[in-house]
């Protein structure tokens, strides 16, 4: 069952097909936050959009039509035939394997994410590398957040490498955009709010061993390069110190939410079993 | 006091001086493996490679000699003056704040880094990815793992991108380079040797809990593309998956390596409290 769709007169779209023209100027942030749309690259990141109905166009080559048929049939009538010229202009990856989405915006207001009673939350402030902020969106996910909030200048959550790092995550949780951390929100859905910085005053081990990661939680992550700002380490309920037992001065960005988000899902985990 | 050297009737090395020219050549792999030299960046890798005593000769701007005296006084008659343009000839990043040092390699024999009896091991099996590699050895360091495994076609340690994200940890943990895993060694040595991978048929937090991280661990990590090899996930003692409580695939091997080395950190800390 080939969903290749047929456009009678009319060849596979071009790198200077009017739509593909258009659809290229989503690689600009100016372009995605005017149209509330952007691109999502490869087979993973289409089947993720398409599960989470966000897919407006999937550009698709001929090649890429029948070995990704399943997702050809559930773009149905969405599907655009492009040459592999015309894909090249749309990729910023060298092996977009063929697939390139347009896709609507998927973030929501912090009071929809918060509806849903997330006990984990994890929120990226001022995150300005895409590939780190990508990287944590995916970690959370997979520690079981249901929520994560890009606030003040963090990154685009949209940008192409933060797509691409987060796996397809941009579909899984509940991805929010806001000007500051919303910590009063956060905190009023009944979150604890702890601050993940290298001069803590407690001890990520011991807050566990204490039973302080037992409640729900939102983490705070400042940027490698400059750590949270000083008004939300001052806003949070703690400041955590992810334990330095080497010689390291410090971990990075990703490496640090990882531990700390699994740290969380184990106590959340050891409270449900008991 | 400034030990800025002086070379009478001779200018700052400029990107055509031959020692310049011949370093840059370390940008290359064959010329590292050829000479057992590489190079490193920055005032902290400078730092840490002069402590490790690896700095053969150290090249710096006049700006930076002032800026960073106490580095320039460490490396004494190995500062060679370079100028801007020089420098930017030898740099693999934009911004290596004038400073770069020509390193002997530091890696070790597999049985002179057992001979220490490190507690925590990393394996990277087949990892190609210079930043995942780097980043990786960082976390292994920050752990507090003893020896970092660079097995079989793994990344070249001395990479500058490796260089680089290991921030400094290159020259903290015992970096041992092996055509195999060396896993007859490693457990000789009375390591417990873990599997991580996500189809491993123990989950991470029941491993903990039942006490199996307790004893000394080599950890084996395998690339993010290709996970580990067969013959290493059957040659372990135990195949161990980090949980995914949400709705991501995998998570990318720098976070699960962080998570998974966080873990038998945690449990070696609570068997010597007890």
């Known amino acids: ?47 993720e959009a398409l599960r989470a109905r966000a897919v407006r166009e999937l550009f698709a080559t001929v090649e890429a039509l029948s070995r990704y048929e399943d997702l050809a049939t559930a773009a149905g009538d969405r599907v655009s035939v492009v040459t592999e010229e015309g894909l090249a202009a749309l990729a910023e990856t060298v092996r977009p394997q063929g697939l390139i989405a347009v896709c609507d915006h998927v973030d929501v207001p912090v009071p929809d994410a918060l509806a849903r009673t997330p006990r984990l939350v994890a929120v990226l402030a001022e995150i300005r590398d895409p590939g780190n902020a990508g990287t944590v969106l995916r970690t959370a996910d997979a520690a079981g957040a249901g929520a994560v909030v890009f606030a003040g200048d963090a990154v685009d959550p949209y940008n192409g490498k933060c797509v691409r790092a987060s796996a397809g ?98 106590a959340h985990r050891k409270t449900r079993a008991h």
């Not at 779209?13 to 600009?28: D, G, M, N």
């Not at 936050?33 to 690259?41: S, Y």
Request: include cysteine.
């Open 169 to 266: 995550s941009l579909f899984h949780v509940d991805v929010v955009r806001s000007p500051d951390a919303a910590i009063p929100a956060l905190r009023a859905s009944g979150l604890r709010i702890l601050a993940a910085t290298g001069y803590g005053d407690i001890d990520l081990d011991d807050l566990a061993d204490e039973g302080g990661l037992a409640a729900p939680t939102a983490w705070l992550f400042g940027s490698e390069a400059h750590g949270l700002p000083d008004e939300l380490i001052e806003a949070a309920d703690a400041r955590v110190r992810v334990p330095l037992h080497g010689r390291a001065e410090s971990l990075n960005l990703a490496a640090a939410a990882a531990v700390c988000l699994y740290a969380s899902a184990r």
């Open 1 to 47: 069952m080939s969903s290749s769709p047929s456009r009678p007169g009319d060849g596979p779209y071009t790198a200077r097909t009017p739509r593909v023209v258009a659809a290229r100027k989503l690689q600009r942030r100016a372009e995605r936050d005017e149209t509330g749309r952007f691109l999502a690259e490869g087979p993973q990141a289409v089947r």
